[in-house]
């Protein structure tokens, strides 16, 4: 079975552009997560969905970063304009929303991202 | 406040060497506990995860943590720890009530492991 999917794997960017990171979670999860990992602050849920639908956006830094998914099985993170402390890894996670909240959450490989 | 400490950063172990790594949390009831692992250049992968019943959960990879109620703390233990275990090791914590999906991470523990 497929994972979460993300692209791209790695991105290399001048400060001031916009990035675009995409995601497409495991079919039939209805809970999909944006989570940022750096050496400094570690692992930081920026923003999860469900059914589509924002529930929390608290830990979105800054007005620079939007999330969006149109459909289930896709969703972007963008960053615009970009800047050299928005270098990380950024992952995107699903889990499905039966049950109970301690349903396993899947990761994807990861966006690394690098500003410059 | 709401926390996860894993207060090991690095450690370092020999193959074969028993391991255990620490992990205590702040929350306002018990929360369910997950330990993850993440290995280099990868995503997060799911260890184990204690919901409730017996505080000894198996997980994969011949993993195992102890929840233990008194102590906040929910520690990982391996018996032998093979090379292929070098990775980051991840606590978290999540509520058991309502449609909350936030976990609280912990900053993670680095495993190396010396032939």
């Known amino acids: 079975d497929a994972g979460v999917i993300q692209s791209p794997r790695h991105e290399v960017t001048e400060m001031g552009q916009e990035v675009t990171l995409r995601c497409k979670p495991i079919?039939?999860?209805?809970?999909l997560f944006w989570y940022r990992q750096t050496m400094m602050r570690g692992l930081e849920l920026l923003i999860y969905?469900?059914?589509?639908?924002?529930?929390?956006d608290s830990g979105m830094p800054e007005d620079r970063f939007s999330a969006k998914m149109p459909n289930a099985s896709f969703s972007t993170l963008k960053i615009q304009p970009s800047e050299p402390r928005d270098s990380a890894v950024y992952f995107c996670?699903?889990?499905?929303?039966?049950?109970?909240?301690?349903?396993?959450?899947?990761f994807g490989e990861g966006s690394w991202l690098t500003v410059v | 406040a709401q926390s996860v400490t894993q207060p090991d950063i690095h450690i370092t172990v020999s193959e074969g060497a028993s391991l255990e790594l620490r992990c205590n949390y702040s929350?306002?009831?018990?929360?369910?506990l997950f330990w993850y692992v993440q290995s280099p250049g990868q995503g997060l992968q799911l260890l184990l995860k204690?919901?409730?019943?017996d505080t000894l959960v198996q997980g994969i990879k011949g993993f195992e943590a102890e929840f233990k109620r008194s102590q906040s703390s929910f520690n990982l233990r391996k018996p032998s720890v093979h090379w292929s275990d070098a990775a980051e090791y991840f606590c978290?914590?999540?509520?058991?009530?309502?449609?909350?999906?936030?976990?609280?991470w912990g900053l993670g523990t680095s495993l190396a492991v010396n032939p």
């Open positions: 978290a914590v999540g509520p058991r009530a309502g449609n909350n999906r936030k976990l609280i």
């Open positions: 929350y306002g009831a018990t929360p369910y």
């Open positions: 079919s039939g999860h209805d809970y």
């Open positions: 204690y919901f409730s019943g």
């Open positions: 969905f469900n059914n589509n639908v924002p529930i929390d």
């Open positions: 996670a699903s889990s499905s929303g039966t049950g109970f909240s301690g349903n396993t959450i899947y």
